[in-house]
Nanobody
Framework: VQLVESGGGLVQAGGSLRLVCAAS????????IGWFRQAPGKEREGVSC????????NFADSVKGRFTISRDKAKNTVYLQMNSLKLEDTAVYYC????????????????WGQGTQVTVSS
């Protein structure tokens, strides 16, 4: 199983970024892909998740209305579109996967990518 994140960077508050999670080595359609983030000194927290079998999605309250998640089954790729970015969105963003449906907690995902840094400046 391999997950590779990309798309992070430096953006001004109010701007947008699209993160990409490219997956390989497992049956993509039967797994869930979650996005998590971890800011310095803070615990890793869930941001969004998509269950690939039916496309159902979940979002943390802090990003609802600003972030969207989507998948391209043909490319085994999941996207996290982040709009109206805020300073507090600054973190390392990780994608993770596990079989079945979305799970709420990081410990419930056995496979992780290496992370991509998102920095929002004022």
């Amino acid at each position: 199983v391999q997950l590779v994140e990309s798309g992070g960077g430096l953006v001004q508050a109010g701007g947008s970024l699209r993160l990409v999670c490219a997956a390989s080595g497992f049956a993509f359609s039967y797994y869930a892909i979650g996005w998590f983030r971890q800011a310095p000194g803070k615990e890793r927290e869930g941001v969004s998740c998509i269950t690939n079998s039916d496309g159902s999605t979940n979002f943390a309250d802090s990003v609802k209305g600003r972030f969207t998640i989507s998948r391209d089954k043909a490319k085994n790729t999941v996207y996290l579109q982040m709009n109206s970015l805020k300073l507090e969105d600054t973190a390392v963003y990780y994608c993770a996967t596990g079989p079945g449906r979305c799970r709420a907690y990081p410990g419930q995902y056995p496979y992780w990518g290496q992370g991509t840094q998102v920095t929002v400046s004022s």
